[in-house]
């Protein structure tokens, strides 16, 4: 099993920045990728970034490139989202999740174990 911990949601200003992280442990030497989704309220939960475990390659949602970057420290099993420039259209509940499956998988049913939740809100 992979245990999921995200953390470093708060309250942020438009135009800010925030940095948010996932710890993984457990069974994660069989994870192929690990990514980031959100949901809103009344919203579905949509893809939002996603990188691959061995060689790092990565995937944005149309709606955040150019301004979150996703990266991955390999030695300390830790996932982060730089989000910049935030966009109240942007406050969400962050999730982050571990896929086992091969491929950079943009929809929730492809994904395998799941954090709890941050949450990330954009005042105007």
């Known amino acids: 099993q992979v245990q999921l911990v995200e953390s470093g949601g708060g309250l942020v200003q438009a135009g800010g920045s925030l940095r948010i992280s996932c710890a993984a442990s457990g069974r994660t030497f069989s994870s192929y990728a690990m990514g980031w989704f959100r949901q809103a309220p009344g919203k579905e939960r949509e893809f939002v970034a996603a990188?691959?475990?061995?060689?790092?390659?990565?995937a944005y949602a149309d709606s955040i490139k150019g301004r979150f970057t996703i990266s991955r420290d390999n030695a300390k099993n830790t996932m982060y989202l730089q989000m910049n420039s935030l966009k109240p259209e942007d406050t969400a509940v962050y999730y982050c999740?571990?896929?086992?499956?091969?491929?950079?998988?943009?929809?929730?049913?492809?994904?395998?174990?799941w954090g709890q939740g941050t949450q990330v809100t954009v005042s105007s």
């Open positions: 999740a571990v896929k086992e499956s091969r491929g950079l998988g943009i929809v929730t049913m492809s994904y395998d174990y």
């Open positions: 990188i691959s475990w061995s060689v790092g390659r990565t």
